[in-house]
């Protein structure tokens, strides 16, 4: 069975919640300050929708473990070669914000990780093999995250 990395940020969201109720390891970002969350959980939900759409107007397919469609370099992609799942870290971290405990950040660190080495890794594999000099190119100018 293999994990889309929505599944996975959903898990990790459930992890970040149940982590920061069960055990609420210091408070780091009290009432109000906390609330500044919010603007990283918007971006992150921005980032990643527009990226996504990016690739439904490209006609490419989204799915982490599908045959890439086609090479995707402008909009965010000229920025991150991964800006979903950039967009999903930052929402992530923005929702550990707004809980203000520090042991909610272990589930925002295991789906990066998580994401950089097994999806991330995987797909660059596949982008690799399909597109050849373009995607080397294309790994030179840009990053891997931001």
């Known amino acids: ?13 459930i992890l970040i919640v149940v982590s920061h ?3 609420p390891i210091q408070i780091i970002f009290p009432t109000p300050f906390n609330l500044v969350g919010l603007a ?5 939900v921005f980032i990643s929708v527009s990226a996504n759409r990016q ?11 599908n045959e890439p469609d086609t090479l995707v370099t402008d909009g965010w992609f000229s920025h991150s070669r991964n800006p ?3 967009g999903f870290v930052i929402a992530l971290a923005g929702i550990w914000i707004l809980l203000g405990s520090m042991s909610p950040i272990l589930g925002v660190l295991i789906f990066t990780i998580v994401t ?4 991330i890794a995987y797909e660059e594999q596949k982008m ?3 597109f050849g000099q373009a995607y080397q190119d294309y790994k ?3 990053r891997r995250w931001v």
């Open 21 to 23: 109720w069960a055990f």
């Open 140 to 142: 030179r100018r840009v």
């Open 128 to 130: 690799a093999a399909k």
């Open 40 to 44: 990283p959980l918007v971006l992150g």
């Open 1 to 13: 069975m293999k994990v889309l990395p929505p599944t996975l940020s959903l898990i990790c969201l």
């Open 55 to 65: 690739f439904a107007k490209a006609g490419t397919n989204v799915n982490t473990f």
């Open 116 to 119: 950089d080495r097994w999806y």
């Open 84 to 86: 979903m799942y950039l």
